[in-house]
C-alpha cells in the first residue's frame, strides 16, 4: 500500500472553477445573456465538480484544498439557487435578492477569498494571482451591486473576471501538462522556501 499514489485532483477543481468563471465573466462583459449555459455549468462543473475535488483533497491530507474547493463548490450552488428560487414553486414564495443583498454576499465571498490568499503565499506565484484575482473580483461584484450594475461597469468587472478565470485555466493545464512531462513545462513560479 505504501506505493499507492493518489492523483493530485486540484487541477480538475481549477479548471472547473476557471472555465465556469470565465464563461460567466463573459456574460458580465455583456456578450450574452444570463441563460441555462452558465446555470448548468454552475451546478455541474464548477459546483458538483468542485465539491468532489475538495473531498478528494480531504483524502489526500490537504486541508487549503479541501476549504478551498469545497467552498467555491458551493459557493456556484448558491448562486445558482440564488437566480432561480425566486422562480421555483417548490420553495413557496421567496423574494428575488436585491442589489444590497447581493452586495453583502459578494462582501463575505471577497473577505473569505482574501483570506485564502494568505493561505497561497509559500506555494507558487499562479496560485496566488488565482486568488488575488477572484478576491478582487468579488470586491468588484460588490461594488457593482452598490452601484446598481450599470452596463460600463459590469464590462469592467466582466474584463476582470475573465482574467482570472483564465488564470485557474492555465495552472490547472500547466499542472497536468507539467506532472505529465515531469518537468516545468509552463511555469507556475514556485516560491522559495527559505
Same mark, same amino acid.
Request: aromatic letters at 14%.
Given at each position: 500500500?505504501?506505493?499507492?499514489?493518489?492523483?493530485?485532483?486540484? =487541477? *480538475?477543481?481549477?479548471?472547473?472553477?476557471?472555465?465556469?468563471?470565465?464563461?460567466?465573466?463573459?456574460?458580465?462583459?455583456?456578450?450574452?445573456?444570463?441563460?441555462?449555459?452558465?446555470?448548468?455549468?454552475?451546478?455541474?462543473? %464548477?459546483?458538483?465538480?468542485?465539491?468532489?475535488?475538495?473531498?478528494?483533497?480531504?483524502?489526500?491530507?490537504?486541508? $487549503? %484544498?479541501?476549504?478551498? $474547493?469545497?467552498?467555491?463548490? !458551493?459557493?456556484?450552488?448558491?448562486?445558482?439557487?440564488?437566480?432561480?428560487? /425566486?422562480?421555483?414553486?417548490?420553495?413557496?414564495?421567496?423574494? /428575488?435578492?436585491?442589489?444590497?443583498?447581493?452586495?453583502?454576499?459578494?462582501?463575505?465571498?471577497?473577505?473569505?477569498? $482574501?483570506?485564502?490568499? !494568505?493561505?497561497?503565499?509559500?506555494?507558487?506565484?499562479? *496560485?496566488?494571482?488565482?486568488?488575488?484575482? *477572484?478576491?478582487?473580483?468579488?470586491? *468588484?461584484?460588490?461594488?457593482?451591486?452598490?452601484?446598481?450594475? /450599470?452596463?460600463?461597469?459590469?464590462?469592467?468587472?466582466?474584463?476582470?473576471?475573465?482574467?482570472?478565470?483564465?488564470?485557474?485555466?492555465?495552472?490547472?493545464?500547466?499542472?497536468?501538462?507539467?506532472?505529465?512531462?515531469?518537468?516545468?513545462?509552463? =511555469?507556475?513560479? =514556485?516560491?522559495?522556501?527559505?
Amino acid at each position: 500500500m505504501s506505493n499507492y499514489k493518489l492523483a493530485n485532483p486540484a =487541477p *480538475l477543481g481549477l479548471l472547473a472553477f476557471g472555465l465556469t468563471t470565465v464563461l460567466l465573466n463573459l456574460h458580465n462583459a455583456g456578450l450574452f445573456s444570463l441563460n441555462s449555459m452558465i446555470l448548468a455549468m454552475g451546478i455541474a462543473f %464548477g459546483g458538483l465538480a468542485q465539491i468532489i475535488v475538495g473531498a478528494m483533497e480531504y483524502r489526500r491530507g490537504n486541508t $487549503f %484544498g479541501t476549504v478551498a $474547493f469545497s467552498s467555491y463548490g !458551493f459557493f456556484w450552488w448558491s448562486l445558482v439557487l440564488l437566480i432561480l428560487m /425566486p422562480n421555483m414553486p417548490f420553495f413557496g414564495t421567496v423574494a /428575488p435578492t436585491d442589489n444590497i443583498a447581493m452586495a453583502a454576499y459578494f462582501l463575505m465571498w471577497g473577505i473569505f477569498t $482574501f483570506a485564502m490568499f !494568505f493561505g497561497t503565499l509559500k506555494t507558487n506565484r499562479a *496560485l496566488q494571482f488565482v486568488f488575488l484575482s *477572484l478576491a478582487i473580483l468579488f470586491f *468588484l461584484l460588490t461594488t457593482k451591486e452598490l452601484l446598481g450594475n /450599470p452596463a460600463w461597469f459590469s464590462t469592467i468587472v466582466g474584463i476582470e473576471g475573465i482574467i482570472c478565470g483564465l488564470s485557474a485555466v492555465y495552472l490547472g493545464i500547466a499542472e497536468v501538462i507539467n506532472e505529465t512531462n515531469n518537468e516545468t513545462i509552463l =511555469p507556475i513560479c =514556485p516560491v522559495k522556501n527559505s
